[in-house]
């Protein structure tokens, strides 16, 4: 609940330009993210949507620890 809580004020100060928020094709050319996170990431983003760098961590982490069914 606390890391929910986190989430969603960070995607609050990044709506108010307090952290910098890059396109997914700025993470898609970064050097921050291997040839495999960046095809999870071409997936899991949106063209039009900017996020943090933490909001693009945590939705690998919580894609990666997605229970299989």
């Known amino acids: 609940m606390i890391e929910q809580k986190t989430g969603m004020m960070e995607e609050t100060i990044a709506a108010q330009g ?3 928020a890059y ?3 700025q993470f898609l050319e970064s050097k921050l993210f291997t040839a495999q996170q960046k095809d999870l990431l071409n997936a899991l983003l949106h063209d039009e949507e900017t996020y943090t760098t933490d909001q693009v961590k945590q939705q690998i ?3 990666l620890n997605k229970a299989v069914e």
């Open 18 to 20: 307090s952290l910098p």
């Open 23 to 25: 396109t997914k094709q």
């Open 61 to 63: 982490e919580q894609f």
